[in-house]
Nanobody, 126 residues
């Protein structure tokens, strides 16, 4: 079991930047694909980014492409989501999760992920 804790959220003005961190405890995440999701009340949880075990391949959703990047530091058991040019539509609770199965972390299907963190709130507002 991997325990994931997200941090780095907060209030930011449109056009601003944030870096979210997902720190793992209990077991190294170096063997696992990881993903970032976000959720707005009343809407489905949607994938925004994913990264393979060694950080060589990454996925970013079309809605945030060019503004969000994902990377990882396995030595620190941490996955990052770098967000720039934030828009009000980016307001959501952001979650990280571990992919259950090899090669499926791009799927966006909630059942393909496990060890969900508690989330960190990102609010983009002027």
């Amino acid at each position: 079991q991997v325990q994931l804790v997200e941090s780095g959220g907060g209030l930011v003005q449109p056009g601003g930047s944030l870096r979210l961190s997902c720190v793992a405890a209990g077991r190294t995440i170096s063997d696992y694909e990881m993903a970032w999701f976000r959720q707005v009340p009343g809407k489905e949880r949607e994938i925004v980014a994913a990264i393979d075990w060694n950080g060589l391949s990454a996925y970013v959703a079309d809605s945030v492409k060019g503004r969000f990047t994902v990377n990882r530091d396995n030595a620190k058991s941490t996955v990052f989501l770098h967000m720039i040019m934030l828009e009000s539509e980016d307001t959501a609770v952001y979650y990280c999760a571990r992919g259950r199965y090899w090669g499926t972390a791009w799927s966006g299907r909630r059942s393909d992920y496990t060890d969900w963190g508690q989330g960190t709130q990102v609010t983009v507002s002027s």
